[in-house]
Each structure stands twice: as C-alpha cells, then as structure tokens.
C-alpha cells in the first residue's frame, strides 16, 4: 500500500509555499507521492479557469518525480467538496493510503465543511502547524477532533512564513517582481499571459 499525499487548492497562482508544505509532508510523513489536485469551478468568480491553473502547477511540479498533478475536479464540473474528492480517489485507487495535506487552521473550522464525518473516513488529516507558539492548540483541537469522529490527525511542524497567492497577484498587479515566490516558468507564464494586472481578488492562502 503506497502512502499518497493529497493537496488542494485553488493554485491561483501556486507558489514555493505550496511546494515547500507539499515537500515537507512527504518528508515527515514518509510519503510514496503527493498530488496536486486545483479545485474545479471556484467560489470566487475572479479566480483563473480550472486549466489555467491546472497548467501552472503542471509547470510548477515538473522535474519532481514525487509530485503529479490530477485535474479530477475540474473535469467533474460544479462545485466540488473534499470529501467527493477523497471518496472519488478511494474508488480510483483503493489499494492506496490516503493523506489529506492542509494548513492547521483547518482544524477549527473542519466540522463547518461538507461532511467532516467522511473526509475523516477516507483519510489521514496531515495539518502543517506554522512555528511551536501554537502547537499547544493544535494539541487540544486535535484531540477533540479525534474523539468525535475517531479521525485520524498527523500534525506537521511547519516553517513560519508569510506568503499567499493573493500577495503575489498584488504583486504582479503593481508591476513588482515575484522571482523566487514562484517557478520562473509559472513566473515567465503569468507574464506571457497577462494574468493579474488589473483585478483585484479576494484573500486565499
């Protein structure tokens, strides 16, 4: 059974951040792989099409055997929530350990997302806790989480750093350099394409 790393998102534009947790995960959990997997149909109606985004991280992952990039939920169509996501990876793969990568604050507002019950059915919480001042919390909502839905949590020691893809759109926006923020190929396709330069979006991690 290989173990899988699974990180969502809506990449909009992925950046080394995204790569360093994703590198981190599979380090400290021992993954085989991690996939990236962009969210479809966004909530936010000024976010880039699925395959825009999807062509970023394709860019972004490339020459790292370990990392893929799987375009599911943007050929489902729709919203999509995470646990169809892990329910579709178990029918697709049902040899294979699943790990769900998120940041820690996911822990105090998980049980408000569509069916906590069976994302924690389908696989291991690895939630990324960004610098010790908070572990002690994490500890505590850990705890809880496992004793309403016998989930499964690895919590993950994280580097403390401060940034986003909205950061790097407001970047790009104001003509600022993004090199070292993201691949110089995703940094060289946002400059071919235009993207960013004039909206303005809401926050995202």
């Known amino acids: ?55 970023m991280v394709q860019m972004a992952i490339a020459g790292n055997p370990a990392f893929c990039c799987l375009d599911l939920e943007i ?10 996501t892990i329910e579709q990876l178990r029918d697709m793969y049902p040899g294979e350990e699943f790990y769900f990568i998120a940041g820690a604050d996911c822990l105090e507002t998980i049980e408000q997302w569509k069916c906590p019950e069976r994302i924690f059915k389908g696989c291991t919480l690895a939630a990324a806790v960004r610098g010790h001042s908070c572990m002690e919390e994490m500890e505590r909502l850990k705890g809880e989480l496992v004793e309403r839905f016998c989930a499964r949590i690895i919590l993950l020691p994280f580097l403390e750093m401060s940034l986003s893809s909205t950061q790097i759109r407001e970047r790009v926006r104001k003509g600022q350099s993004i090199r070292y923020l993201v691949p110089d190929s995703v940094s060289d396709y946002i400059k071919e394409k235009g993207f960013y330069r004039e909206e303005r979006q809401e926050d995202e991690p």
């Open 75 to 84: 050929r489902r169509g729709g919203y999509t929530y995470t646990y169809e």
């Open 1 to 55: 059974m290989r173990k899988i790393g699974i990180l969502g998102g809506t990449f909009n534009p992925v950046h080394v951040g995204h790569l360093m947790l994703a590198e981190c995960a599979r380090d400290t959990i021992g993954l085989d792989e991690v996939w990236f997997i962009p969210t479809g149909q966004s909530y936010k109606k000024n976010d880039l099409p699925g395959e825009e985004r999807l062509n």
